[in-house]
Nanobody, 122 residues
């Protein structure tokens, strides 16, 4: 079984920065996509940023593109989200998602982290 463990959330003042990490453990053959989502209270889950085998991409939001950076360490099966110039509206639970294949010839599937809270408030 694959487990995703997130870390790096917390409380920060507006304008501050946080770096989220999400590490996958277990049997993994190929990772095809790594994504960060967020869900604020009363709102739908939204895609923040993603990397896939076609190249690094971001959700089509200019504000996020300017402030957030997704990166990865393939040797550690880890994806990061550097978040700068944080705003109160960035407050949400941030969840990582991997689309991967556990064993060669197996069927790829989605795996989710448990989520980490990010709170931006003065």
């Amino acid at each position: 079984q694959v487990q995703l463990m997130e870390s790096g959330g917390g409380s920060v003042q507006p304008g501050g920065s946080l770096r989220l990490s999400c590490a996958a453990s277990g049997t993994i053959s190929n990772i095809y996509a790594m994504r960060w989502y967020r869900q604020a209270p009363g709102k739908q889950r939204e895609l923040v940023a993603q990397w896939n085998t076609g190249g690094g991409t971001y959700y089509d939001d200019d504000s996020l593109k300017a402030r957030f950076t997704i990166s990865r360490d393939n040797t550690k099966n880890t994806v990061y989200l550097q978040m700068n110039s944080l705003k109160p509206e960035d407050t949400a639970v941030y969840l990582c998602n991997f689309f991967l294949r556990q064993v060669a010839g197996g069927i790829p599937a989605d795996y989710w982290g448990q989520g980490t809270q990010v709170t931006v408030s003065s």
